[in-house]
């Protein structure tokens, strides 16, 4: 029997966790456990970045130049890496937001007709 938080819970639709990623870091640097923390905060613990998809999204983010990433130190022989938004990130999210926008338009038109 699953728990009403899992219940609630929804799958992070395909082609968004990027544009989620995004808006996270346009908030301020994050490292990714931050990062997937914030999601589930904006979202009321329904939708949740898990680390086999938040990591190599970051990855991918970090080749197109999109974010920059630092290690820094967090704690006692501990090292986190913080992400950070660049101005080709930004663009990227513009982008996504109006593109995702868009999209979700059309949908409800179609399963909410005038």
């Keep these: 029997m ?10 992070i ?11 996270t870091l346009s ?7 931050a990062i997937a923390q914030q999601i589930k905060r904006t979202t009321d613990d ?8 938040l990591y190599p999204a970051l990855q991918k983010m970090l080749l197109k130049g999109w974010v920059t990433a630092e290690w820094v130190s967090a704690g006692p022989r501990r090292r986190a890496r913080v992400y950070h938004l660049t101005p080709e990130g930004k663009e990227q999210l513009a982008n996504e937001v109006s593109e995702f926008t868009r ?12």
């Design 27 to 33: 908030w301020g640097p994050a490292h990714g456990y």
């Design 2 to 11: 699953q728990s009403d938080a899992q219940e609630a819970r929804v799958e």
């Design 46 to 53: 329904v939708l949740h970045a898990e680390e086999g998809s």
């Design 103 to 114: 999209a979700m338009r059309a949908i409800v038109r179609v399963i909410e007709p005038a």
């Design 13 to 23: 639709p395909p082609g968004t966790l990027q544009m989620l990623i995004l808006k």
